[in-house]
């Protein structure tokens, strides 16, 4: 199979490439990233240099010309859509760039692929695009969607297009909608690799609120593996949601964090909450076990032990993006709120 995956310089793309050319010989992938801030090209360089069922094309989702030509001549069986801006404290900063990636950029690429008759689309969601919980119940897919960031927002603009594009054109897209991954390439804007980041260098650890706001945390191969199964065996036309059965409230994480760094839990500071902070995400993902034969495989103190191992012998690559203008965001960002 040939595919052409956006967004796999950044965080789930990476783990998702990886996976699939080491489990799938037969398989080609064409990696097409901006390569934002969040995109990092030395991820996959080992990839580029030594495998060639994998090349990458640095553009954008939002330029017709060039994803009609990536699609052209039955270059391609299916597309896998990650690429997005996909900070919650950025779009609350400035919401434009997610309503161009998000939402215009991922109607390009069903408007292409449409065009170009290809045979399957994937599109990556997310639990968020839901809205908030409250103590009881879970997600399911016919939950209403009701975003409340920015962010979540713009995807769920880009779910209602899916669906639109199957129900008006029978355009043969699936979309999986996923809770907080984490493991290797996260960028650290997001809450582990954040927090490991400034437990290493003994910085303050920024909890937003009272720290009992609660995330359904799976390991990166999980949902990518969630990600094949929908591709391999989905419902054209059908939403899937898939989770890690890993409720926890934020201050656990960040003490379990910790705990394994060995880092003292004075580092914990509280600062002012993020306006419109979602209290709770947890996941049905019934319909993706019976369907498609998912389940989680990785429990959250054995992924976060693997995850941070990664970042301990990858310390130069958290350096590599640490710099320029993520660190004067997240400078301006943390003044504001202390
Ligand atoms: P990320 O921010 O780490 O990576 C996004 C990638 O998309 C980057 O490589 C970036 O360069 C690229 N990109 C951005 N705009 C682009 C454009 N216009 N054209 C081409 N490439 C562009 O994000 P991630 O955490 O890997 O998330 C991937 C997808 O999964 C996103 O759609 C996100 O909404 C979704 N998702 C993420 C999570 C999570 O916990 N991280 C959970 C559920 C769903
Ligand atoms: P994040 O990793 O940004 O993912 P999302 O907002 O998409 O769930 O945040 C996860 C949770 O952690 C969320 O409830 C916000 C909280 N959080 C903090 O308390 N401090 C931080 O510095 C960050 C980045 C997040």
Not at 63 to 88: C, Y
Request: glycine share 8%; proline share 4%.
């Amino acid at each position: 199979m040939k595919l052409l995956v956006t967004g796999g310089c950044g965080f789930i793309g990476t783990n998702f490439i990886r996976l699939m050319l080491a489990k799938h010989p037969d398989w080609s992938i064409t990696n097409l990233d901006k390569l934002t801030y969040a995109g990092n090209r030395l991820n996959l360089l080992d990839l580029e240099e030594n495998e060639n069922r994998y090349d990458f094309v640095q553009g954008d989702i939002c330029d017709r010309d060039l994803i009609m030509d990536l699609l052209d001549g039955n270059k391609v069986d299916a597309v896998i859509n990650f690429a997005a801006e996909s900070h919650v404290d950025r779009s609350i900063n400035d919401p434009s760039p997610f309503v161009v990636t998000n939402v215009q950029g991922a109607q390009n690429l069903l408007e292409c692929a449409r065009q170009r008759k290809i045979d399957r689309f994937v599109h990556i969601s997310t639990d968020e695009v839901y809205g908030t919980l409250g103590d009881e119940g879970k997600f399911e897919e016919t939950t209403p969607l009701a975003p409340n960031s920015p962010y979540s927002a713009s995807k769920a603009g880009a779910d209602m297009m899916a669906r639109a594009y199957f129900e008006t054109y029978g355009f043969p897209v699936l979309v999986t909608r996923c809770s907080n991954n984490y493991g290797p390439y996260q960028f650290p804007e997001k809450l582990i690799p954040l927090m490991y980041m400034n437990a290493l260098a003994d910085k303050p650890l920024p909890v937003y609120g009272d720290g009992l706001n609660v995330r359904d945390w799976i390991y990166v191969d999980d949902h990518c593996l969630g990600v094949e199964l929908t591709l391999l065996k989905g419902r054209e036309g059908q939403a899937y949601n898939f989770g890690g059965d890993a409720e926890e409230t934020n201050i656990n994480v960040v003490k379990t964090l910790l705990s394994v760094v060995g880092k003292p839990e004075s580092l914990i500071t509280y600062v002012k909450d993020r306006p419109g902070h979602d209290k709770r995400y947890a996941m049905d993902f019934t319909l993706a076990a019976d369907e498609l034969g998912f389940a989680p495989t990785v429990n959250f103190e054995e992924g976060l032990k693997k995850t941070i191992e990664w970042y301990k012998t990858n310390a130069t690559w958290l350096e590599q993006v640490q710099s320029g203008e993520y660190r004067n965001f997240m400078d301006t960002w943390y003044e504001e709120r202390s």
